[in-house]
């Protein structure tokens, strides 16, 4: 039998043949042209520019293919020394290949480029020029602008940068406009070795504007060191780390609406008005030891992270600092931070996590409303304006330690209920009024469960008594310290010890001196039981009278032995009859409490004890 193999291998290598033959006859026109300079469009730009200062290229040159000239070609015709007396030219849809080395280029006129393709490096770098627009425009490689000088304004709306752009030292008289520029660059430059980011704006001065509006940087980039005088941000996205370290801008800042998809830094940056209303914030930010010379307006800003906290520690705020309707689900750190103003609200109910306040000074309003905090802390804040609390729930930690206020409004507050998670030992405030009724029974006796709902602090209800004392209520101010020593005994003192035992004791018969009444109760009490023992005179027995029978009397011999220190001349008259002698030991017990009971009640009417 015959073996089909060799038949069916000859099939398959003819099969392979007939398709390496249909490949190799594509045809060589469908694989892309490597675009050459045009002599014909060069030789008419010179031409064209002799004669005027404009040059539109698509009219003379249709095809696309037909108007691109060579990076070379462009340095010499802005060297040309047959054009520097003008004042300015213009260049339309020109695409140039190859880099453009225009390092150190000194220009007198303006330039101005439309609709240009830019295929190699274009390096601006060092050059000194009056005007340079580049608008709605594509560069495709690095662009390098450091150190360039330029008298009036650079223009770069509508611009797309397929890598990086740099910026290092340049200095712009006028404005940096580069509303809506796309920089797409991910990767630093190897020909730049002063660089670290993908895109830089460091250490330059705009004189005037700087607008990135609608702008889109997708790596990462940085604005260290730069000194603008105002610069907006509007709707910008930054796709990574943003670093805004030591930034100064002198009168404006935008951010409104902008985004961040890395860490965006602002360390150290010293601003005029400033805000990121609307912005959004999907990584670490740091606003840390910042200096605010106005309004620092972060409204409406989402902070996403959910564990790293927005740290805005140590910053100076000239004005107000405003964070109404934010989402911050990890925290908010303002601590060490001096404002004028502070105002935070919750954008909906989900929990901030961390609010720190702590030694924070803040000179005006402060306000927080409609929030959920899972832990507030403010020990040794400072608050010389009004603090207004209004809807707010802190729900594990409440630290307000040796917090100090002048006005306290509070309108709604729910806190810890583990009272150890509510410390108010050492705060202070000149005026407190809840549910914005002024002082009322209703009030202080709000302000007092407050204080017993807290972790204990003698501070706390001594710094109520002598505000209520200083609005002339006394009266409530002794049930503050009532209530004080009450927590004392059930908090501080040890169960069934001698101080516990004597806190009650007090308590019971003068009210730690607070109700001093009550002494002349129980004493009322214990002549009473006296009178009732020895209530008949067949009960007594007559010691040394004359000869002129006493008539007795139960409530006054009782009276004298209660109070032996003074001379009745009643209790030495009588003796309690010897048969009953459980009568006549109670007689010394009887005077006994006498001797301790009658001091305690002078004292409390005496306002000493308590």
Same mark, same amino acid.
């Given at each position: 039998?015959?073996?089909?193999?060799?038949?069916?291998?000859?099939?398959?290598?003819?099969?392979?043949?007939?398709?390496?033959?249909?490949?190799?006859?594509?045809?060589?026109?469908?694989?892309?042209?490597?675009?050459?300079?045009?002599?014909?469009?060069?030789?008419?730009?010179?031409?064209?520019?002799?004669?005027?200062?404009?040059?539109?290229?698509?009219?003379?040159?249709?095809?696309?293919?037909?108007?691109?000239?060579?990076?070379?070609?462009?340095?010499?015709?802005?060297?040309?020394?047959?054009?520097?007396?003008?004042?300015?030219?213009?260049?339309?849809?020109?695409?140039?290949?190859?880099?453009?080395?225009?390092?150190?280029?000194?220009?007198?006129?303006?330039?101005?480029?439309?609709?240009?393709?830019?295929?190699?490096?274009?390096?601006?770098?060092?050059?000194?020029?009056?005007?340079?627009?580049?608008?709605?425009?594509?560069?495709?490689?690095?662009?390098?602008?450091?150190?360039?000088?330029?008298?009036?304004?650079?223009?770069?709306?509508?611009?797309?940068?397929?890598?990086?752009?740099?910026?290092?030292?340049?200095?712009?008289?006028?404005?940096?406009?580069?509303?809506?520029?796309?920089?797409?660059?991910?990767?630093?430059?190897?020909?730049?070795?002063?660089?670290?980011?993908? =895109?830089?704006?460091?250490?330059?001065?705009? +004189?005037?504007?700087?607008?990135?509006?609608?702008?889109?940087?997708?790596?990462?980039?940085?604005?260290?060191?730069?000194?603008?005088?105002?610069?907006?941000?509007?709707?910008?996205?930054?796709?990574?780390?943003?670093?805004?370290?030591?930034?100064?801008?002198?009168?404006?800042?935008?951010?409104?609406?902008?985004?961040?998809?890395?860490?965006?830094?602002?360390?150290?940056?010293?601003?005029?008005?400033?805000?990121?209303?609307?912005?959004?914030?999907?990584?670490?930010?740091?606003?840390?030891?910042?200096?605010?010379?106005?309004?620092?307006?972060?409204?409406?800003?989402?902070?996403?992270?959910?564990?790293?906290?927005?740290?805005?520690?140590?910053?100076?705020?000239?004005?107000?600092?405003?964070?109404? =309707?934010?989402?911050?689900?990890?925290?908010?750190?303002?601590?060490?931070?001096?404002?004028?103003?502070?105002?935070?609200?919750? *954008?909906?109910?989900?929990?901030?996590?961390?609010?720190?306040?702590?030694?924070?000074?803040?000179?005006?309003?402060?306000?927080?409303?409609?929030?959920?905090?899972?832990?507030?802390?403010?020990?040794?804040?400072?608050?010389?304006?009004?603090?207004?609390?209004?809807?707010?729930?802190?729900?594990?930690?409440?630290?307000?330690?040796?917090?100090?206020?002048?006005?306290?409004?509070?309108?709604?507050?729910?806190?810890?209920?583990?009272?150890?998670?509510?410390?108010?030992?050492?705060? =202070?405030?000149?005026?407190?009024?809840?549910?914005?009724?002024?002082?009322?029974?209703?009030?202080?006796? +709000?302000?007092?469960?407050?204080?017993?709902?807290?972790?204990?602090?003698?501070?706390?209800?001594?710094?109520?008594?002598?505000?209520?004392?200083?609005?002339?209520?006394?009266?409530?101010?002794?049930?503050?310290?009532?209530?004080?020593?009450?927590?004392?005994?059930?908090?501080?003192?040890?169960?069934?010890?001698?101080?516990?035992?004597?806190?009650?004791?007090?308590?019971?018969?003068?009210?730690?001196?607070?109700?001093?009444?009550?002494?002349?109760?129980?004493?009322?009490?214990?002549?009473?039981?006296? *009178?009732?023992?020895?209530?008949?005179?067949?009960?007594?027995?007559?010691?040394?009278?004359?000869?002129?029978?006493?008539?007795?009397?139960?409530?006054?011999?009782?009276?004298?032995?209660?109070?032996?220190?003074?001379?009745?001349?009643?209790?030495?008259?009588?003796?309690?009859?010897?048969?009953?002698?459980?009568?006549?030991?109670?007689?010394?017990?009887?005077?006994?409490?006498?001797?301790?009971?009658?001091?305690?009640?002078?004292?409390?009417?005496?306002?000493?004890?308590?």
């Amino acid at each position: 039998m015959q073996n089909p193999f060799p038949k069916k291998l000859i099939h398959l290598s003819a099969l392979f043949a007939i398709l390496l033959s249909l490949f190799l006859a594509a045809p060589v026109s469908a694989q892309e042209e490597e675009l050459q300079p045009n002599p014909l469009a060069e030789q008419y730009i010179l031409e064209t520019l002799a004669a005027q200062n404009h040059v539109i290229l698509d009219q003379q040159f249709p095809n696309e293919k037909d108007r691109v000239i060579g990076g070379q070609f462009f340095v010499n015709l802005l060297r040309n020394p047959d054009f520097q007396d003008k004042q300015w030219i213009t260049l339309r849809f020109v695409t140039i290949v190859g880099n453009v080395e225009a390092y150190n280029l000194q220009l007198p006129f303006d330039v101005f480029l439309y609709n240009i393709e830019f295929k190699g490096e274009v390096n601006f770098g060092g050059s000194n020029i009056q005007r340079l627009r580049i608008k709605d425009s594509v560069f495709e490689k690095f662009v390098y602008f450091d150190q360039i000088v330029i008298g009036k304004s650079l223009e770069l709306q509508g611009t797309s940068f397929g890598q990086g752009v740099y910026f290092k030292g340049a200095q712009i008289a006028g404005d940096l406009l580069m509303n809506n520029a796309q920089i797409m660059g991910k990767e630093r430059s190897e020909e730049a070795l002063y660089t670290t980011h993908p =895109s830089e704006f460091w250490e330059m001065i705009v +004189g005037q504007h700087f607008v990135l509006d609608g702008a889109f940087i997708e790596g990462e980039t940085t604005f260290a060191r730069s000194t603008f005088q105002i610069a907006s941000f509007k709707g910008t996205k930054f796709g990574s780390r943003a670093d805004f370290t030591k930034l100064e801008v002198e009168r404006e800042l935008v951010f409104d609406n902008a985004s961040f998809g890395g860490e965006a830094v602002f360390a150290q940056v010293n601003f005029g008005d400033s805000s990121f209303a609307g912005a959004s914030f999907l990584d670490f930010v740091t606003f840390e030891e910042s200096v605010i010379a106005g309004d620092l307006n972060l409204s409406g800003v989402s902070f996403q992270s959910a564990d790293k906290i927005a740290n805005l520690k140590r910053i100076t705020v000239g004005e107000s600092l405003f964070l109404n =309707s934010i989402f911050a689900p990890a925290g908010l750190d303002i601590s060490q931070s001096e404002l004028d103003d502070l105002f935070i609200s919750a *954008a909906d109910k989900t929990p901030i996590a961390i609010l720190d306040l702590t030694q924070a000074e803040i000179a005006r309003q402060f306000e927080i409303k409609s929030a959920n905090i899972n832990s507030l802390r403010a020990d040794g804040i400072s608050n010389e304006g009004t603090l207004t609390l209004e809807n707010v729930s802190v729900d594990k930690t409440l630290a307000l330690k040796n917090a100090k206020f002048n006005l306290m409004v509070i309108i709604g507050l729910n806190w810890p209920q583990e009272p150890s998670a509510f410390n108010m030992r050492g705060m =202070s405030y000149a005026d407190i009024d809840i549910g914005e009724q002024g002082l009322t029974e209703e009030t202080w006796q +709000g302000l007092l469960y407050l204080i017993e709902n807290s972790a204990y602090s003698p501070q706390a209800y001594q710094t109520l008594m002598e505000f209520l004392t200083n609005k002339g209520h006394p009266d409530w101010a002794q049930e503050v310290h009532l209530a004080m020593k009450r927590r004392e005994r059930n908090t501080a003192l040890e169960p069934f010890s001698t101080d516990w035992f004597w806190s009650w004791f007090l308590d019971i018969f003068t009210g730690y001196g607070d109700r001093p009444a009550l002494a002349f109760v129980w004493s009322a009490m214990v002549v009473a039981t006296g *009178a009732w023992i020895y209530r008949k005179e067949e009960f007594m027995i007559p010691v040394d009278q004359d000869e002129v029978k006493l008539r007795y009397s139960p409530v006054l011999y009782s009276f004298a032995l209660f109070i032996p220190y003074i001379d009745l001349e009643v209790a030495s008259k009588w003796e309690p009859n010897p048969e009953r002698a459980w009568a006549n030991n109670y007689k010394y017990f009887h005077k006994i409490l006498g001797w301790i009971l009658m001091p305690i009640a002078l004292l409390a009417f005496g306002g000493v004890l308590g």
